[in-house]
C-alpha cells in the first residue's frame, strides 16, 4: 500500500478486538494479487498486439518483431500493473477490509 493510502488507515484508528491495540493495519492481499496478474496480463497483450508497432518507432536496426515484442511487454507489464493495482486497492478497501494487528497479529475484519 501507498504512503497516502496508509496514513487514511491510520488515521480511522481501528482497533485491534483481541489485544486492543491500535496498531493496524490494512492487508494487502487484493493489491499485490492485482498488480501481479495485471502485469503478466498487460505483457502479454501489449507484447502480441503492438510489438510491431512499437519496434517501428523505436528503432529500424534490430528486428522489428523482437524490439517490438520486448519493448510492448515493458510497456505493457507497466500499463497492466497500474491498472491491476487500483482494482487490487479498491478490492482490498472496500470487499475484502482485512486488518492485521501488527502487535499481537489476530487477523480481523471491521
Request: glycine share 16%.
Given at each position: 500500500?501507498?504512503?497516502?493510502?496508509?496514513l487514511?488507515?491510520?488515521?480511522?484508528?481501528?482497533?485491534?478486538?483481541?489485544?486492543?491495540?491500535?496498531?493496524?493495519?490494512?492487508?494487502?492481499?487484493?493489491?499485490?494479487?492485482?498488480?501481479?496478474?495485471?502485469?503478466?496480463l498487460?505483457d502479454?497483450?501489449?507484447?502480441?498486439?503492438?510489438?510491431?508497432?512499437?519496434?517501428?518507432?523505436?528503432?529500424?536496426?534490430?528486428?522489428?518483431?523482437?524490439?517490438?515484442?520486448?519493448?510492448?511487454?515493458?510497456?505493457?507489464?507497466?500499463?497492466?500493473?497500474?491498472?491491476?493495482?487500483?482494482?487490487?486497492?479498491?478490492?482490498?478497501?472496500?470487499?475484502?477490509?482485512?486488518?492485521?494487528?501488527?502487535?499481537?497479529?489476530?487477523?480481523?475484519?471491521?
Amino acid at each position: 500500500m501507498d504512503y497516502a493510502g496508509e496514513l487514511v488507515h491510520q488515521m480511522t484508528m481501528v482497533t485491534c478486538p483481541a489485544c486492543g491495540s491500535p496498531h493496524c493495519s490494512l492487508q494487502t492481499t487484493a493489491y499485490k494479487t492485482g498488480v501481479a496478474i495485471g502485469g503478466i496480463l498487460g505483457d502479454v497483450v501489449a507484447a502480441s498486439f503492438n510489438g510491431a508497432t512499437i519496434a517501428g518507432i523505436v528503432s529500424r536496426r534490430l528486428p522489428t518483431t523482437v524490439t517490438g515484442a520486448i519493448v510492448g511487454a515493458i510497456i505493457g507489464f507497466a500499463w497492466g500493473a497500474v491498472v491491476g493495482r487500483a482494482g487490487g486497492t479498491d478490492s482490498d478497501d472496500h470487499v475484502l477490509g482485512m486488518y492485521q494487528c501488527r502487535e499481537c497479529g489476530f487477523e480481523f475484519k471491521t
